[in-house]
């Protein structure tokens, strides 16, 4: 049942699959944003994590890009078409530490520890 899952979201295999990805990209050059730019670190503590164990460098873009498509937003404006050409929507750097945050996670809960970080309510 997986494999057909697998098999109707890969847009290499399925064309609807393939005209969701190209839309999203689109919306995304429109802003200068990123695909991983999209995760909120206030929903989950593990992306929180995986941001904080990122280098300065790639978190202070990700600032630059969400400050950016915020202006070009509250402008109704979008990039001009030369910098949305140079735009990479799917070329990610979040997903491998993220996938490390939520190994670790699971392999604390799988011994019995207690979790790293809890949600608290102000």
């Known amino acids: 049942m997986s ?3 697998q098999s109707l ?3 290499k295999r399925n064309w609807l699959a393939a005209q969701h990805m190209k839309s999203i990209a689109r ?3 429109h802003y200068g944003l990123r695909y991983d730019d999209l995760y909120d670190p206030y929903y989950d503590l593990d992306v929180k994590e995986a941001l904080n164990r990122l ?3 790639v978190v202070d873009a990700r600032h630059q890009r969400l400050k950016r498509a915020m202006d070009l937003s509250m402008k109704h404006e979008y990039l001009p078409d030369d910098l949305q050409a140079m735009q990479t929507p799917f070329r990610g750097y979040l997903q491998d530490m993220l996938a490390l945050v ?6 604390r809960e799988a011994l019995g520890g207690l979790p790293l970080y809890q949600r608290t309510i102000p």
Do not use: C, G
């Not at 939520?102 to 392999?107: F, L, S």
């Open 3 to 5: 494999s057909l899952v």
């Open 9 to 11: 979201l890969d847009p």
């Open 27 to 29: 919306r995304l050059r």
């Open 55 to 57: 280098p300065k460098e």
């Open 102 to 107: 939520k190994k670790e996670r699971a392999e």
